[in-house]
């Protein structure tokens, strides 16, 4: 089950999905083993994310669906769950109250404050009983660290009971460090370096984003527990690219 290979450090690959068209996502799931829908700097609502839960969930393969919240809001949390998402990511986490925040948002009681409703995930209603026992347990919550204050408070937030696994936002903690996408700045590798560690100390596994395979060349050198291999439009601008290149090159001949 993916919330236990998650919370184990397995090495799992997933996919990045900003279009809102449904078809982008049915076509990536069958190549990763989680699509993370975005929500924060995306035009995505809830009804479109919706669909794209039932495109992953559609498509040949394992992959699970994922979705970044639009920030640490018990609403927006909760909306994205009731839609059937395996797990949520929480963007700019900067303590460990902030952590244990929404933590208590993604849960049900006891252990949080999830409101129950017989919503998609479960089955309108007709598992309700079923997947109010079980969704604590199944459903992960990813927080990002990627401010200076993310950073400083690492080692606790990493350690909040209900915390599945820590993401490096690469662009922005780099921008808040003052080296914008310089990944080889020592500034980025040494808060780089703090996040592992406290994602060890606490058994806690962490994660980054590449956007072309150089970058996830980098950062897997680094040691990152898993990886989300790149975003839709840039595998689209590159694919177009490329073949672009080919066409000219072969009009030049």
Not at 82 to 99: C, F, N, R, T
Not at 103 to 132: H, I, K, Q, T, W
Not at 167 to 176: E, I, M, R, W
């Amino acid at each position: 089950m993916f919330h236990e290979r998650l919370r184990a450090g397995d090495p799992l690959v997933g996919g990045w999905v900003s279009l809102s068209d449904p078809a982008v996502a049915e076509v990536a799931a069958p190549e990763f083993d989680f699509l993370m829908l975005d929500t924060e700097h995306a035009p995505n609502g809830t009804e479109t994310i919706a669909n794209q839960v039932r495109a992953v969930e559609a498509a040949p393969g394992e992959a699970v669906p994922l979705a970044r919240a639009l920030d640490n809001d018990v609403g927006a949390i909760k909306r994205l769950l009731d839609l059937g998402v395996a797990g949520v990511m929480v963007p700019m986490v900067e303590s460990a109250a902030e952590a244990r925040e929404a933590a208590r948002a993604a849960n049900y009681p006891p252990e949080g404050d999830r409101g129950v409703a017989a919503a998609r995930a479960s089955d309108y209603g007709r598992d309700l009983d079923g997947y109010f026992e079980t969704a604590n347990e199944r459903t992960v919550l990813l927080v990002q660290i990627e401010t200076e204050a993310g950073l400083e408070n690492v080692e606790e937030i990493a350690a909040v009971d209900g915390v599945d696994a820590l993401f490096v936002g690469p662009a922005d903690l780099s921008a808040n460090l003052g080296c914008f996408r310089q990944f080889d700045d020592e500034r980025f590798a040494e808060a780089v370096d703090r996040i592992l560690a406290a994602g060890a100390a606490a058994d806690t596994p962490v994660g980054t984003l590449g956007g072309t395979p150089e970058a996830l060349e980098r950062f897997g050198s680094m040691g990152f527990d898993y990886l989300i291999a790149g975003v839709d439009f840039l595998h689209l601008q590159r694919g177009n690219r490329e073949v672009r290149d080919a066409a000219d090159d072969q009009l030049e001949d």
